[in-house]
């Protein structure tokens, strides 16, 4: 269910327009006036730099939340030519919120795990097929961080150049995460287990789920 398609006149929406329509959701077509029901769901993106534990905790989750969401490790779709870097790949960025958009359409919310922060989503046109989107970003300490990633296999190419980039990029998450919109939640995985981290990152989906999360 592609949700930029019209179902009544086909015409692509570029930029879809949502509106409530009898207390839910639906896709309004700027053409011909199509409303579209659909479920407008949460998502909830697990970020933060490389080398934090997220492709970790992202193996651990389903199991710790059953079939409550839909697990996603957002790497999965970094191929040709999304990965494009430009408009801090803007193509790579829309593909996966049009994916979860049709995954909410099952029932059931999204944990999308790998790096991002909202000024990469929050504007994108796709935006407004998604609910409310809540970041928690892991983060360690500098040489916690360096250490694991340098301790990686050759083939994922971690040299020096690289993790300098990645401590930039841990720096900005801790400096910024209170003053982006929305906000960012930080969790220090330095001295934690990976099990752990995910029994942190479980409850603070579950949270969110239960309204119990400030």
Known sequence: MN?????????WLSRPVVSTVDG????????????QPFLRLPLFALTGPSGTGKSTVCRMLPELLGGDVVVLEQDLLWVGGLREEYDEHGPFRRTWLRMVATLNQSGRPSVLCGTVA?????????????????????????????????????????????????????????DNAEHTTPPMRLLDTTSGTPRDTAHQVADWVRGHLSGNTP
């Open 118 to 174: 909202p000024p990469e989503l929050e504007h994108r046109p796709e935006r407004p097929l998604l609910g409310e989107i809540h970041y928690l970003a892991l983060v360690c300490d500098d040489d916690v961080l360096t250490k694991r990633l340098l301790a990686r296999p050759a083939w994922r190419e971690w040299d020096e150049h690289r993790v300098a980039e990645m401590l930039e990029f841990n720096h900005w998450v801790r």
């Open 24 to 35: 839910g959701s639906a896709v309004v077509c700027d053409d011909c006036g199509h409303a």
């Open 3 to 11: 949700l930029q398609i019209c179902a009544q006149c086909g015409v």
